[in-house]
C-alpha cells in the first residue's frame, strides 16, 4: 500500500520535499490508513506531517474518537491539534445543511492550523469509492462535463494522497495493521444521498451489472478529465482571442467573434469570464447561460439582463460587458 500510495503523490506532485502536511484525521479507517502510510512515507519523501481533528459534538462516541486519535498520535510522535465545535448549532445559526455546516467548520479548522504551523497542504482521506459516489451523485443532480470528473487529486492546497485506494483495500490494511479505527454508525444508516449510494445503489450494480464498478467509473471519470483539460485550454485560448478589455470590474468581449463561436465554447467562456470577475460561479444555472447566448445573438441595441445579484451583462456598441455591480 505504501508504494501505491507513493505512485500517487508522484504522479500528481501532491507532496514536495521539506513541505509540512497538515492531516484531517477523524479516526475511521480511511484517515487512520493516511495517517499511517504519510507516517512510514515522509522519511523517504522528507516532509512533516501535523494533524488536525474536529469533534462535531454530534454522537456519544465524538469524546473517545477525539481521545483515540490523540493517542494514535502520541504513540508515533506527530503532533496533534482538535478542536470542539457544535455543528448542529452552528447549521442552525448559519442556516445551513448539518452536512455543509461539518465541511465548513472542519476546513476552517484545518486552514487555521495550516497558518498556525507555516504548512503547505491539507491532506483529506477521500478514497476511491468517495470519487465513484461523488460522480453517481453529480449525475443524478444533472451535472456538466466537470462533474463527471468526481474528486480531483489536488485542489490549490488541498491534496487527497489516497484517492487511487480502494475502500475494500483500506478496511483490509486496517485490520492487518491492527489499527483498530473508529466506525461512525451513522454512515450506516441511509438518510444522507451518498450514504444510500454507497449501501443501495452501488452494491446492487455490483451484484447485478458489474461487480468492477468501481475501476469502470474510475476509467470514465480519467478520460473526463483528460478531454475537460484539453477544453480548458482551448476555453481560455478563445477567451484570450476575444477580449476586448477587462477591469476590476468588468470584461469586454468582441460579440462578432463570441457568436461565431461553437455553443460549447460560448458556455465555457461565459462561465470563464463570470469566474474571473466574481471569483466563481455559484448560482449560475445552465437557463442563465442560454439566456446570456440568446441576448448576444439577438443584438438589437441596448441589450442587458442580471442573471444574478451583483451581476449585469450589457451587449452594446458590438460588445459583450460583464459587470460586477
Avoid: W
Wanted: with cysteine; charged share 30%.
Amino acid at each position: 500500500m505504501e508504494e501505491k500510495v507513493l505512485e500517487t503523490i508522484q504522479k500528481y506532485n501532491l507532496i514536495e520535499a521539506e513541505n509540512k502536511v497538515i492531516l484531517g484525521v477523524s479516526g475511521g479507517p480511511d484517515s487512520l490508513f493516511m495517517l499511517d502510510i504519510l507516517n512510514k512515507l515522509k522519511s523517504k519523501l522528507n516532509f512533516e506531517i501535523v494533524v488536525a481533528h474536529v469533534n462535531h459534538m454530534i454522537r456519544e462516541e465524538a469524546n473517545s474518537e477525539e481521545e483515540f486519535v490523540k493517542e494514535f498520535c502520541k504513540k508515533i510522535n506527530v503532533k496533534f491539534y482538535s478542536k470542539r465545535i457544535d455543528v448542529i448549532n452552528y447549521a442552525n445559526n448559519n442556516k445551513i445543511g448539518t452536512e455543509e455546516a461539518g465541511r465548513k467548520v472542519r476546513y476552517d479548522f484545518f486552514n487555521e492550523v495550516l497558518k498556525l504551523e507555516k504548512a503547505n497542504k491539507i491532506a483529506i482521506a477521500h478514497n476511491k469509492n468517495d470519487k465513484v459516489e461523488t460522480i453517481i451523485m453529480h449525475l443524478l443532480r444533472g451535472c456538466g462535463v466537470s462533474g463527471l470528473q468526481g474528486i480531483n487529486p489536488k485542489n490549490n492546497n488541498v491534496i487527497r494522497p489516497i484517492i487511487e485506494i480502494e475502500r475494500t483495500q483500506i478496511e483490509e490494511y486496517c485490520e492487518k495493521n491492527k489499527l483498530d479505527p473508529r466506525i461512525d454508525k451513522s454512515n450506516f444508516e441511509n438518510v444522507y444521498t451518498r450514504n444510500k449510494i454507497r449501501n443501495i445503489v452501488l452494491p446492487y450494480i455490483k451484484s447485478e451489472f458489474n461487480p468492477n464498478i468501481i475501476d469502470t467509473v474510475t476509467r470514465l471519470s480519467e478520460v473526463i478529465t483528460e478531454e475537460n483539460l484539453f477544453l480548458e485550454k482551448l476555453t481560455i485560448q478563445n477567451y484570450n482571442d476575444i477580449l476586448v478589455n477587462t477591469t476590476a470590474d468588468e470584461i469586454q468581449l468582441d460579440l462578432k467573434k463570441f457568436n461565431n463561436l461553437e455553443t460549447v465554447l460560448k458556455n465555457r467562456i461565459i462561465l470563464y469570464a463570470i469566474s474571473k470577475l466574481r471569483g466563481g460561479t455559484q448560482g449560475i444555472e445552465k437557463i442563465h447561460i442560454k439566456d446570456i447566448i440568446k441576448l448576444c445573438q439577438n443584438n438589437i441595441g441596448n441589450k442587458q439582463l442580471s442573471p444574478q445579484k451583483g451581476l449585469k451583462i450589457l451587449v452594446k456598441d458590438k460588445k459583450i460587458n460583464f459587470i460586477k455591480i
